[in-house]
């Protein structure tokens, strides 16, 4: 083994046990997240996946097993995933209920299927509700923390002043559909992960 190879692996070894422990759910003290025991800080380092255009798949899935995805956002030191949806995809049922290959075959997807079929074969027939949630599961497995976000409604790229998406009362915006979505999520994945788990995460705690 050559010295290159020991300082990588001292560096991952360092990078997963010289993380910190936050016991969750998350609390808030005055404008700041704290962790729910200690109240001492902490900070969400998140990378951004895409969840919310126009497939409702999440990006990249047809390329990379899932967890294989996870790991390596773990391993580039980020201890949170900000995961987008789209409201519709919680609201009407022409659009959660599809499957995963339904929705890349309405839109022509034959590659991404495919890729879909070889690396996360066991999403191929979820529903896009439940695929969203295998990937949510995932990320906990991993002890990544989530911010799930509620991207647009209508499943599309963001963001134009023209979407649609904007504000209330826009083509798209419906105030009540928007707090249905919010509520169906927040029932959804209130439990995740078991409110006993301690996760770990590569984040600062940072002093006042
Ligand atoms: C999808 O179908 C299930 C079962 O038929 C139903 O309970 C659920 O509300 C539907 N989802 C949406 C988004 O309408
Ligand atoms: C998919 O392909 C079919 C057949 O070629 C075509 O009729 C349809 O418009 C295509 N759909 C999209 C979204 O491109
Ligand atoms: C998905 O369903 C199709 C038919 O409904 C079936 O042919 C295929 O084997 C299934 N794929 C997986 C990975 O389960």
Sequence with gaps: MGMK????????FLSLFGAFCYSLPLSTRGRWIVDSETGSRVKLTCLNW?????????EGLHTQPIKDIVAKV????????????????????DYGNKTVAQSLDSMNLTQAREGIARNNPQL????LQDAYE???????ANGLMLVLDNHVSKPMWCCASEDGNGFFGDMFFDPKEWVQG???????????????????????????
């Design 182 to 208: 919010l509520t169906q999520v927040a029932s959804r994945f209130k439990g995740k992960p078991q409110s006993d788990e301690f996760i770990t995460g590569g984040g600062n705690e940072l002093e006042e």
């Design 5 to 12: 190879t020991l300082h990588v692996i001292l560096l991952i």
């Design 74 to 93: 773990t391993l580039m030191g980020f201890n949170c995933i900000r995961l987008t949806y789209a409201t519709f995809m919680w609201t009407r049922p």
């Design 124 to 127: 191929l027939n979820l529903s």
């Design 50 to 58: 895409a969840a919310h255009i126009d497939t409702m798949v999440a």
């Design 134 to 140: 295998a990937v949510v599961d995932a990320i906990g």
